[in-house]
């Protein structure tokens, strides 16, 4: 298994998207072919100084469903210093989506990265095009042999060498527990059935920051809670920020069709969080989601060079404050909403030496 072990340096593990091939649920909704590409080609500028589209280096424009572009991924990842990746699970009452990329990837011993689950337990709706009420595959979650099922889908990913774990245990995340109203019953399910399997159990993490905020926050069967970024910080800073603050930012969003954030101050904001032994680190390269929604959010002012200099101080804050030495990156591939490592046309892998250069410690004497 691919243990992560204390005493060994920062594990970074990306968040990775499979949505880069079509399905037939998404071609219903948005057309034949439709995958994250198409919200990518058809971004534009939105102002002066805005950088859109982000486009793949080479007009690289892979699809997963090509064993040579994840290959492409892993040895990539692994040669810049991530630890693994961690693919996003659609799984509906027993229905899945977007599943090939990893069931491949399982069947195939040449992509070599570690890797893990996050379970994006959201109903799937038209979000990529502003409407998120539209549901196009509804979330459920049924009973005991409901779980059992999902269980027993999941047991092979968990079973392979190269899936990442704790203690020896499975690592598996959920993004919004507190969505799952019969969630202790499944969890106990699942634990039992993890050490029925010959596990000493699986280790669960929350993944949005939804609950943390939320008054009656407990992990209540989970191991950890990840600050996932951007947007554990922006919580933060508008719960935790001086009202002049908070009163600058609201007023910096009047009149504008998006929401414009400092990248340095999110930054500042991660770097400053208090030690918790409960939560896992975050971190993102940049974020842009307009090319998904032209209403959405955006950091301004965010750099390779910029992203080099705060990893390596984020790392070592783990290595002296966290219980963990892990770190969840936001993303390696989330096109759309600009959060990605994977080399573009104009930046080309400089984030992913930048990354490599803060786990190796070398930005640290830059």
């Not at 793949?56 to 692994?78: H, I």
């Not at 939320?214 to 069967?221: A, Q, T, V, Y």
């Not at 500042?268 to 842009?288: F, K, N, Q, V, Y």
């Not at 984030?351 to 070398?362: C, F, R, V």
């Amino acid at each position: 298994m691919a243990e992560i072990s204390a005493g060994k340096g920062v594990k970074a593990v990306a968040f990775y998207l499979p949505q880069f091939h079509p399905i037939p649920e998404n071609d219903r909704a948005w057309g034949p072919g439709f995958t994250e590409w198409d919200s990518v080609r058809r971004a534009r500028p939105l102002f002066t100084g805005h950088d859109q589209p982000r486009i793949p280096e080479n007009g690289y424009y892979y699809s997963l469903l090509d064993p040579a572009a994840r290959r492409w991924q892993s040895e990539l990842a692994l040669k810049n210093g991530l630890f693994g990746f961690c693919y996003y699970h659609y799984w509906f009452g027993g229905r899945r989506l977007l599943e090939k990329p990893a069931e491949a990837m399982l069947s195939d011993p040449e992509t070599r990265i570690p890797f893990c689950f996050s379970w994006a337990n959201e109903n799937w709706t038209r979000r990529w095009d502003g409407g998120k009420n539209e549901v196009i595959v509804r979330q459920e979650y049924g009973d005991s042999e409901e779980w059992r099922a999902h269980w027993e889908y999941l047991l092979p990913f968990f079973r392979d060498s190269r899936y990442i774990t704790l203690d020896g245990k499975p690592l598996f995340l959920i993004y919004k527990p507190e969505e799952i109203p019969c969630l202790k019953d499944m969890l106990d399910c699942w634990q039992e059935a993890a050490k029925a399997a010959g596990f000493p159990g699986l280790c669960l993490m929350i993944q949005s920051p939804s609950w943390y905020f939320s008054p009656s926050f407990d992990l209540r069967g989970f191991d950890y809670q990840i600050r996932f970024q951007p947007f554990f910080s922006m919580a933060w800073q508008g719960k935790n920020a001086p009202l002049p603050q908070k009163i600058k930012r609201r007023l910096a969003a009047v009149g504008k069709k998006q929401t414009r954030l400092d990248y340095d101050a999110l930054w500042e904001t991660t770097l400053s969080l208090p030690a918790d032994p409960r939560m896992i680190a975050g971190a993102c390269p940049d974020w842009d989601n307009t090319p998904r929604t032209k209403t959405g959010y955006m950091l301004l002012g965010a750099s390779p060079e910029k992203f080099g200099r705060y990893m390596a101080r984020l790392c070592e804050k783990i290595l002296r404050e966290d219980a963990l030495p892990l770190l969840f990156l936001n993303a390696w591939n989330e096109w759309g909403e600009g959060a990605y490592l994977e080399p573009d046309e104009r930046r080309h892998d400089a984030y992913l030496q930048a990354l490599k250069n803060a786990l190796q410690g070398e930005a640290r004497n830059g």
